[in-house]
């Protein structure tokens, strides 16, 4: 069973910076797409970031692309989210999440999933609070 615990939430101003990590209980062989989500009150989560943890192949949403960038430490087990120029839009929980790939979806790229339903593990989460 897969476990993912996020960290480096906190509070920043408009314009700052962030490093979320994700540190996963287990190296693993098999193929996941990973993804950053954030949910604000009221709102859906949603995905802000993918990547195929046994490649290098990103997606970003609209709202995050050239701010945003998602990375990853096979041999640290851990998946990264630096955000840069934050802005008070931002501020929601983040959660990192993994989908593993059946052998049909290898090849396809993990912007194909960017439901939260589409996600088998979840992190608890973590708070990003952006102020003016």
């Known amino acids: 069973q897969l476990q993912l615990a996020e960290s480096g939430g906190g509070s920043v101003q408009v314009g700052g910076s962030l490093k979320l990590s994700c540190a996963a209980s287990?190296?693993?062989?098999?193929?996941?797409?990973l993804a950053w989500f954030r949910q604000s009150p009221g709102k859906e989560r949603e995905a802000v970031a993918t990547?195929?943890?046994?490649?290098?192949?990103?997606y970003y949403s609209d709202s995050v692309k050239g701010r945003f960038t998602i990375s990853q430490d096979n041999a640290k087990n851990t998946l990264f989210l630096q955000m840069n120029d934050l802005k008070a839009d931002d501020a929601a929980s983040y959660y990192c999440?993994?989908?593993?790939?059946?052998?049909?979806?290898?090849?396809?790229?993990?912007?194909?999933?960017?439901?939260?339903?589409?996600?088998?593990?979840w992190g608890q989460g973590t708070q990003v609070a952006v102020s003016t």
């Open positions: 287990q190296s693993s062989t098999k193929r996941y797409c």
């Open positions: 990547i195929y943890n046994l490649g290098t192949s990103t």
């Open positions: 999440a993994a989908r593993r790939l059946g052998d049909s979806e290898l090849g396809a790229s993990c912007a194909r999933w960017p439901r939260a339903r589409q996600y088998n593990y």
